[in-house]
């Protein structure tokens, strides 16, 4: 895995940490004022961390569990 603070690429140069948190943060507030559907805020949210340069694209795609998605 590579190390998310060798990323050059993070906005405005912030601490990936406390960028991914400050989006989590939102993303959580969306949802829960249930004004923008829960898909909608969650597809949001996790291109905006990858645009953001918390992650990368790789990183992003490894992350998700496709079991329940194309089950057997």
Not at 2 to 9: I, K, L, V
Not at 32 to 58: P, Y
Request: hydrophobic share 55%; with cysteine.
């Amino acid at each position: 895995m590579s190390d998310p603070a060798a990323h050059g690429a993070v906005i405005f140069g912030l601490d990936p940490l406390w960028l991914s948190t400050a989006i989590l943060i939102v993303t959580y507030a969306a949802l829960i004022s249930e004004k923008i559907n829960r898909t909608v805020a969650a597809l949001v949210g996790g291109g905006l961390v990858i645009v953001c340069g918390v992650i990368d694209q790789d990183q992003a795609i490894a992350g998700i569990d496709f079991n329940p998605t194309f089950p057997r």
